[in-house]
């Protein structure tokens, strides 16, 4: 069995430091083998606000990776932003933007989404697919291949955000390379399920975390994700902070199994069914 956790949106500079103490407790409570961050650790790409995102991110006690969001590049530099836009994000997090981890049943590989010549929106580069999917083919369907980047393949109508250019083929490619779970943030709104595209049917499906620390909360919650594998199972749990509290407790939690070449949701006697069995 493995389990990670899944933090996105950090948003150091507007993070709401009650929480501080609360999420890294609540972290280090469940154990996670890997804790992958989706991006934006920061709000405005300042090295002391990277400085703060490294030193929490190290003080959960827990190995962890993540990927840039298009917060952690300079927006009032152009200069920097053109020419340089993840110096300050490599030299406090981490030199690789696109990580990859193993474990013993998952793969996790990081994709950069960020577009240095668009203020929000993100880009989904052909060459980087193609080195993702072949990570994943390697290891075929015998294992959980995770895909972590920072903007969503796709959006709900409600979302005002522009959507990520060439998402569509890209998806499509990653659905035919044993993806099984494609983690994302960004919209700061929780999502968990099969991709709008695919309903009812086996396929990758998407978490969208929503912003684990920060106080733009456009109506939703803070959390984060506790994902645990155990054989062909995969189990998705939102930790979230209710109205009026600090604290992150258990607020929803939704299974899937792995058939083939993606996952399918399993509804309330299927996993009675299988609790039993395991």
């Not at 993100?122 to 193609?130: D, E, L, N, P, Y």
Request: charged share 25%; hydrophobic share 40%.
């Amino acid at each position: 069995m493995s389990r990670l956790v899944h933090l996105s949106d950090l948003h150091f500079g507007r993070a709401r430091p009650e929480l501080l103490a609360p999420l890294a407790e609540a972290v280090t409570a469940v154990s996670p083998d890997l804790v992958v961050v989706s991006g934006d650790l920061t709000q405005r790409a300042r090295n002391r606000e990277f400085a703060a995102a490294r030193q929490f991110l190290d003080g959960l006690g827990a190995r962890w990776l993540a990927v840039p969001g298009n917060h952690d590049v300079p927006l009032y530099q152009p200069w920097d932003r053109f020419l340089k836009p993840f110096r300050k994000y490599r030299e406090n997090i981490a030199l690789d933007l696109e990580p990859c981890h193993e474990g013993a049943d998952y793969l996790v590989a990081g994709l950069n989404t960020v577009d240095r010549f668009a203020h929000q929106r993100g880009v989904a580069r052909a060459g980087a697919i193609r080195r993702i999917c072949g990570l994943f083919d390697d290891g075929g369907a015998e294992r959980f291949n995770i895909l972590l980047a920072h903007h969503p393949f796709e959006q709900d109508a409600m979302s005002h955000k522009a959507p990520m250019r060439r998402a569509k083929p890209m998806l499509e490619r990653l659905k035919g390379c044993h993806t099984h779970l494609v983690l994302t943030g960004h919209l700061h709104m929780w999502h968990t399920g099969p991709f709008l595209t695919q309903p009812g049917h086996s396929g990758p499906i998407r978490v969208h975390a929503g912003t684990s620390l920060s106080n733009r909360l456009r109506g939703e919650v803070n959390d984060f994700a506790v994902l645990d594998i155990e054989g062909d199972l995969l189990t998705v749990t939102r930790m979230a902070v209710e109205a009026e509290r600090v604290d992150f407790t258990e607020r929803d939690v939704a299974r899937f199994r792995r058939e083939g070449v993606g996952l399918v949701a399993l509804d309330g006697s299927e996993i009675d069914r299988d609790a039993g069995e395991l």
